[in-house]
């Protein structure tokens, strides 16, 4: 970031000539300009996540199916006819873009690697934010004191942001509990107790000012890996699940919305047989990661209980979808995979989608993956909300046999470009 400096008349007089004098020299002489304005800021990369931060775990129980034709690309917005007299025809607004973010990491750290990956993203406008409460204890559940402060403060800034939080259905949610007792846990939930613990979280985010969160409660619940897994009881998972969606809209002012997010797939149980009804699900949502292992993206669209399944369903239920968690996991650096889950999404329009950001699933925070994180920054850089993406800017190449010449950001505007000395002036006629 260049630094604003204050000088003096005389003395910004004196900088600018001495700038002149050694652009006229380097030009007759050794050196010369190259790219004005033109240089994107390198990627930048932030250490892993702290062991102990709450992680997603996606599923591998995702089963193979025939491959089909791959998925149309995205269609692009029609040329505006031209005009066929005076007044000119008014331009057609750009297609409005899904909203994205990512999962970054699960603290208020989060919200400052938000900033960082917008940059790298130039400039792009990443409208969601995506955390997870963590689940070891019910008062961490309920949103622990300093925890949520941060991302209520970024989702306030701006009224079209939207805030997604993770929210588990059971304490002790990766101690890997046996059937038995989730069993329990599921039937105790149903009758009602452990509702104060939501009705706590649920004043908490009012309080917080951020009345619409949307809540992505009991995750992957079609899996094996969360004590909140639906398998050893649908019947009573689903009536604890509206047992906690009627307890936190009744706290005053809440706005919430609820998405009902499993993992692609059919995993441990379809996950259609956990869909606990309409009046209680605001967001059909899944949780889709590039596996298993040689699983083309085609399989992923057709394959029982997958994309395709999820959009015919949520459409059958008058829902929107999401993809609230997403990314690279079991194929190693998949960019064909990178491209089709994107053009998936720009063309059936989800509500938001946040790609998981971390090793092996990362596309910034991850240097595994530098193809799939070319594709992802190529085809969101400069994305806004209501234009088309911008092209990534050309990196210029520095002139061979010429070291560059760091005179500051305000000469280099003056002068029309950055400096190099060239190194083999001496062979020149």
């Known amino acids: 970031m260049a630094l604003q400096r204050r000088r003096t008349t ?13 652009s006229a020299a380097l030009a007759v ?25 709450p992680v997603p775990s996606p599923s591998a129980a995702t089963p193979a199916t025939p491959i089909t034709p791959d998925t149309p690309a995205v269609p692009s917005v029609p040329a505006v006819p031209a005009a066929p007299a005076v007044p000119a025809v008014p331009a057609v607004p750009a297609a409005k873009n899904p909203a994205f973010g990512a999962y970054l990491t699960y603290g208020p750290q989060g919200v400052e690697r938000m900033a960082e990956l917008s940059k790298w993203l130039g400039g792009a406008e990443l409208r969601v934010g995506h955390t997870y409460l963590p689940g070891d204890r019910w008062s961490n559940i309920e949103g ?31 101690d890997r509990v046996g059937d038995w007792e989730v069993r329990s846990l599921l ?9 104060e613990h939501y009705r706590a979280l649920a004043e908490r985010l009012v309080k917080l000012k ?12 079609n899996g094996t890996t969360y004590t909140h897994r639906c398998g050893p009881d649908p019947e009573a998972w689903k009536k604890y699940w509206k047992r906690i969606v009627t307890t936190m809209r009744s706290v005053p002012g809440q706005k919430f919305k609820f998405d009902f997010a499993p993992n692609r797939g059919r995993d441990a149980i379809p996950w259609t047989q956990c869909y606990p009804g309409d009046d209680v699900v605001d967001i059909v949502g899944m949780d889709s990661y590039d596996q298993p292992t040689g699983t083309e993206f085609a399989e992923q669209v057709s394959e029982p209980y997958g994309l395709k399944k999820h959009v015919e369903f949520a459409k059958a239920h008058g829902k929107e979808i999401s993809y609230p968690e997403w990314g690279l996991f079991r194929n190693g650096d998949n960019d064909a995979y990178m491209r089709k889950m994107l053009a998936w999404m720009d063309e059936h329009k989800p509500l938001y989608n946040t790609v998981t950001d971390y090793c092996p699933h990362g596309v910034w925070q991850c240097d595994d993956n530098p193809k799939s994180s070319k594709a992802y920054r190529s085809l969101l850089f400069g994305r806004t909300d209501t234009g088309p993406t911008a092209p990534e800017p050309t990196r210029p190449t520095t002139p061979p046999n010429c070291s560059p010449l760091n005179l500051g950001d305000w000469v280099e505007h003056w002068l029309g470009g950055k400096l190099c ?8 006629p």
Do not use: C
């Not at 925890?147 to 993770?166: G, I, M, P």
């Not at 149903?190 to 509702?195: K, Q, S, V």
């Open 29 to 53: 002489g050794p050196g010369y300009a190259w790219g004005a304005g033109q240089d994107p800021d390198p990627p930048v990369r932030l250490p892993g996540l702290p062991t102990a931060a």
């Open 210 to 221: 951020v009345p619409d969160t949307v809540v992505v409660l009991g995750w992957e619940m």
């Open 144 to 174: 622990a004191p300093n925890f949520l402060e941060s991302w209520a403060e970024w989702r306030r800034e701006k009224d079209d942001r939207l805030f997604v939080l993770n929210v588990p259905m059971m304490e002790r949610n990766e």
């Open 187 to 195: 039937r105790r939930g149903a009758a009602g107790d452990f509702d």
């Open 10 to 22: 005389s003395r910004r007089m004196a900088f600018v000539a001495t700038g002149i004098v050694v």
């Open 421 to 428: 000395m060239r190194l083999d002036w001496y062979k020149r």
